[in-house]
T-cell receptor
Framework: DGGITQSPKYLFRKEGQNVTLSCEQN?????MYWYRQDPGQGLRLIYY???????QKGDIAEGYSVSREKKESFPLTVTSAQKNPTAFYLC????????????FGDGTRLSIL | AQTVTQSQPEMSVQEAETVTLSCTYD???????LFWYKQPPSRQMILVIR??????QNATENRFSVNFQKAAKSFSLKISDSQLGDAAMYFC????????????FGEGTQLTVNP
């Protein structure tokens, strides 16, 4: 079955540590996205990528980094510069153009130890 | 920057009744797309319905329909014959034709369905 796989489901970070969240899709989508969701709030865009080896900052990119070396993969690194990383992180992918909707993974919950 | 506003943080409906969730947006563009997503307690994001701004006809998907008022920049979601499984957080989202497919989300409306 085609879909988006995020791993791990739960992740814990120590102070001063970088952690990487994985996102893989087999839907042959061109574009991929990372969102952050805080309790009771909507989704905010961190980074997005429309093609391999290219990506753009979203609305809250500070303290995060990404790479897009393969079409299927768009990992997100939460760096130690992100002072409040506790949140639910959602990865999405889509065909670009038209009314094509974004499809979402099941999310990763990141907590601080 | 475009903004999406959902003015109802919480709504409730009796099972089998109809409920309408509100959404307004701010844009100067003429070509764009609007979406409603559902997020149940499992936290999955599920597409409910989409609307192209160039289409005057309101989109419908089974029990879900929208009232799209382009001049008023309003995009409400109507759920008919509400079911217990409709209980979820509902997000309205906006996307420009030229934005690289990036979505702007509203803050969400938490829908409770009472038996």
């Amino acid at each position: 079955d085609g879909g988006i796989t995020q791993s791990p489901k739960y992740l814990f970070r120590k102070e001063g540590q970088n952690v990487t969240l994985s996102c893989e899709q087999n839907l042959n989508h061109d574009a991929m996205y990372w969102y952050r969701q805080d309790p009771g709030q909507g989704l905010r865009l961190i980074y997005y990528s429309q093609i391999v080896n290219d990506f753009q900052k979203g609305d809250i990119a500070e303290g995060y980094s990404v790479s897009r070396e393969k079409k299927e993969s768009f990992p997100l690194t939460v760096t130690s510069a992100q002072k409040n990383p506790t949140a639910f992180y959602l990865c999405a992918s889509a065909f670009t153009g038209g009314s094509q909707p974004q499809h979402f993974g099941d999310g990763t919950r990141l907590s601080i130890l | 920057a475009q903004t999406v506003t959902q003015s109802q943080p919480e709504m409730s409906v009796q099972e089998a009744e109809t409920v309408t969730l509100s959404c307004t947006y701010d844009t100067s563009e003429s070509d764009y797309y609007l979406f409603w997503y559902k997020q149940p307690p499992s936290r999955q994001m599920i597409l409910v319905i989409r609307q192209e701004a160039y289409k005057q006809q309101n989109a419908t998907e089974n029990r879900f329909s929208v009232n799209f008022q382009k001049a008023a920049k309003s995009f409400s979601l109507k759920i008919s014959d509400s079911q217990l499984g409709d209980a979820a957080m509902y997000f309205c989202a906006y996307r420009e034709e030229t934005s690289g497919s990036r979505l702007t989300f509203g803050e969400g409306t938490q829908l409770t369905v009472n038996p």
